[in-house]
């Protein structure tokens, strides 16, 4: 089946760096790939959507100058928070999906960030 | 997308069908309803899909009522390893799969030993 990689799984990083994030599907070419944060005892929350070759787009709510999304290729998106703040601290997620009828979601491993 | 209701919270003994109801009751006649499941600290898995016939793949059953309005996922015996946050999901499919997923709070199956 289709498989995305999510790197790193773990970051600690220090308040005011920037951090990024890649989401890799391995075995399917992805348009659009799909950025979620989770915080402790909450749902995912979609961030963006990244497209390839073009801007992402964000839900109401997330700073695009601060998660900056870039989807260079496609197999390859990455989310770089900028400027990280302790608040930032959560669980960031990618999805993507392989077209076609039939196809669900395919969901990362997650990347937890800690920002201290 | 159309909101979905499931339970907080369910228990279910090891070796038992494990049956999660979901309610739909606005969904758009476009729109499938989706399932996953997520294991603390990992990312959500696909688990079945549909759109109005009962589904059976080799992780569970999925059958959805006849008005479209209600569905209930059954994983057929359960194990301790099926301990997770079940997600019920109703969004259009898209060809080009260019819709996020709006996720709830889903249920809290917990399977006892």
């Known amino acids: 089946g289709a498989v995305v990689s999510q790197h790193p799984s773990r970051v600690i990083c220090k308040s005011g760096t920037s951090v990024k994030i890649e989401c890799r599907s391995l075995d399917f070419q992805a348009t659009t790939m799909f950025w979620y944060r989770q915080f402790p005892k909450q749902s995912l929350m979609l961030m963006a959507t990244?497209?390839?070759?073009?801007?992402?787009?964000?839900e109401q709510g997330v700073e695009k100058d601060k998660f900056l999304i870039n989807h260079a290729s496609l197999t390859l998106s990455t989310l770089t928070v900028t400027s990280a703040h302790p608040e930032d601290s959560s669980f960031y997620i990618c999805?993507?999906?392989?077209?076609?009828?039939?196809?669900?979601?395919?969901f990362g491993s997650g990347t937890r960030l800690t920002v201290v | 997308d159309a909101k979905t209701t499931q339970p907080t919270s369910m228990d279910c003994a090891e070796g038992r069908a494990a049956n999660l109801p979901c309610n739909h009751s606005t969904i758009s006649g476009n729109e499938y309803v989706y399932w996953y499941r997520q294991i603390h600290s990992q990312g959500p898995q696909y688990i079945i899909h549909g759109l109005k016939n009962n589904e059976t793949n080799e992780m569970a059953s999925l059958i959805i009522t006849e008005d479209r309005k209600s569905s209930t996922l059954i994983l057929p015996h359960a194990t301790l390893r099926d301990t997770a946050v079940y997600y019920c999901?109703?969004?259009?499919?898209?060809?080009?799969?260019?819709?996020?997923?709006?996720f709830g709070k889903g249920t809290h199956l917990i399977i006892q030993p």
């Open positions: 999901i109703v969004s259009p499919y898209s060809g080009g799969g260019a819709d996020g997923l709006t």
């Open positions: 999805s993507a999906r392989e077209g076609g009828l039939g196809a669900g979601y395919t």
């Open positions: 990244s497209n390839e070759g073009s801007k992402a787009t964000y």
